[in-house]
């Protein structure tokens, strides 16, 4: 189910003379999650330099909690540091963080995908973003 709150109903119509129709109580169950997206999508940054991506995460169906965050596919002599590494939702709120990456001058000339992943509990979702070292 998509978040957000939704309401159930059981209803049984039978198809035999010998059976009863019936109609279940209500129940109502939140369904909450969180949506994660990078800027930019893709960027060049030169080797010896540094320079950074925006993560923003957002609070779907009241979701409430830490989402802990990752970034994985940084090539060698390539780091990828998260700040901050965990955002706190109270529900429907926007967090942010910035992912800094930072080329040394040694590293190779390549195309990379980069792989920024966000979980709390049983929830996780990812994101890509094309860097460029040159």
């Known amino acids: 189910m998509a978040a957000g709150t939704h309401t159930v109903v059981g ?3 039978p198809t035999a003379a010998n059976f009863v129709a ?3 109580n ?5 369904i909450s999650d969180f949506t994660i997206a990078v800027t930019p999508a893709s960027q060049t ?23 802990s965050l990752t970034c ?13 590494t965990q955002l706190t939702f109270v529900g429907g709120d926007t967090q ?7 080329v040394a001058s040694n590293a190779a000339v390549s195309t990379k995908t980069l792989t920024f ?14 860097l460029v070292i040159q």
Request: glycine residues 8%; hydrophobic residues 30%; positive net charge.
């Open 26 to 30: 209500t129940v109502t169950q939140n």
């Open 45 to 67: 940054i030169a080797r010896g330099t540094a320079n950074s991506y925006t993560l923003t995460l957002v609070s779907l169906g009241q979701f409430a909690g830490t989402t």
């Open 72 to 84: 994985t596919g940084a090539p060698t002599n390539v780091s990828c540091t998260l700040s901050p």
């Open 96 to 102: 942010q963080a910035t992912a800094t990456i930072t």
């Open 117 to 130: 992943k966000g979980t709390s509990g049983t929830l996780s979702h990812t994101v890509t973003a094309t």
């Open 11 to 13: 209803v049984f119509t």
């Open 22 to 24: 019936s109609t279940s």
